[in-house]
Structures are given as structure tokens and as C-alpha cells.
């Protein structure tokens, strides 16, 4: 009688260890799907889908205060990679977005939106707060030590205000208007629809 009622307590106490494991796999594949899903792999910052998620969201929600909606892109890339080829390219990539999220606060997001183009959001951000971000982090990517190559990596940026926009489409095409009028005024620098800075 003891036996069994030991037996029955060591079966079910070994039934509730597996099924805890099999539920603790289960979520830890669905928090890497989930990662999966969101972040870019190469750089390991928000995808295009995850990011524009965010903005849509910032838009949609009354209660939030204004923020910022900004495009980067990496000047010259395509040179990058053609000079020193598309593995050296990659680590451009990454130490990008490495010495970005360095140098952002912890309110702001940033996201991989294709290529060598980055969208940023900032919030609660004044223009000289985009300032200070803008210039540490071109400093950071001022002389990058990649490959026994030292590379000066500059960027364009271009930012508006949400507050100046019903949505986040018109946001981001305005913000867009003004990084290639960073690139078209002679790259490297930070144009807002203020002017540049």
C-alpha cells in the first residue's frame, strides 16, 4: 500500500517535470519566434515591420506626447562595399547600429528599415536633444576599426516632428524628403523641418 502510494507521487511528480519542460520549451521556441519576427538578424535591432509597428502605434495613441520620426542613411555604402567588399559592409552595418543604440536613450527606438536606412524614434525630443544625438554619433562612427581597416563612416539624416502629422505615412515621407536634402546639400548632416542642423 505505502509502496504504491510512493509509486503514485514519484509518477505524477515525474509527469509534472515533463510537462513543465515540454511548456518551458514550447514558450522559449515562441519567444525565439518571436525574435525572429522582430528583430533584423544581421544587426540585431527592430525590422522594418517591427519598427513601423511602433510608429503606427506612437500615432494611434492620443495619450502620448510628441516625438520625432527620423530616416538615416549611411553615406557613400555602396562604396564601402564596393572598395572593401560586402563582409566589411555587414560589420559597417552593425557598428552602426551598435553605436546607435549607444548613444539613444532608453525612450527611443530604432529599427533597420532597409538596406543602409535606419528609422528612429525619439521621444519627447527637442531639437537639441536631436543635436547631441545626431553629433555623438558621429563621432562614434568617426573612425571605426574594422578588419585592420579604419573607416570614417558618416550619415544623413532627415527629421520631423509628429506632432505636425495626422499619420505616421505622411511623417515619414516629409522625414524622408528632408534625408535626401541632407545627401543632395553635400551628405553628412542633419536636416529637420526647422532646417538643418
Known amino acids: 500500500m505505502i509502496l504504491n502510494y510512493i509509486l503514485g507521487v514519484a509518477t505524477l511528480t515525474l509527469l509534472l517535470l515533463i ?3 515540454l511548456f518551458w520549451r514550447k514558450r522559449k521556441r515562441a519567444s525565439h519566434f518571436e525574435y525572429i519576427a ?8 527592430l525590422n522594418r515591420r517591427a519598427i513601423n509597428k511602433i510608429a503606427e502605434e506612437k500615432f494611434k495613441s492620443s495619450n502620448l506626447s510628441d516625438f520625432v520620426v527620423a530616416i538615416a542613411d549611411i553615406d557613400f555604402f555602396k562604396a564601402i562595399n564596393d572598395t572593401y567588399g560586402h563582409n566589411i559592409g555587414d560589420e559597417v552595418l552593425k557598428q552602426f547600429a ?5 548613444v539613444m536613450r532608453k525612450s527611443d527606438y530604432l529599427g533597420r528599415w532597409g538596406g543602409e536606412e535606419w528609422l528612429l524614434l525619439f521621444s519627447d525630443a527637442k531639437p537639441q536633444d536631436l543635436k547631441d544625438f545626431y553629433s555623438r554619433l558621429q563621432k562614434s562612427l568617426s573612425a571605426l576599426e574594422i578588419d585592420n581597416h579604419t573607416l570614417k ?8 516632428s509628429s506632432s505636425q502629422y495626422s499619420n505616421f ?3 515619414l515621407n516629409e522625414a524622408d524628403k528632408l534625408l535626401y536634402k541632407a545627401k543632395n546639400n ?11 542642423i
Not at 551598435?98 to 549607444?102: N, T
Request: charge should be neutral; aromatic fraction near 8%; glycine fraction near 8%.
Open 19 to 21: 510537462l513543465f519542460i
Open 169 to 171: 505615412a505622411d511623417a
Open 153 to 160: 563612416i558618416t550619415f544623413s539624416m532627415g527629421a520631423v
Open 98 to 102: 551598435l553605436c546607435a543604440k549607444s
Open 38 to 45: 522582430s528583430y533584423d538578424q544581421l544587426t540585431q535591432v
Open 186 to 196: 553635400g551628405r553628412n548632416r542633419l536636416v529637420t523641418s526647422n532646417g538643418e
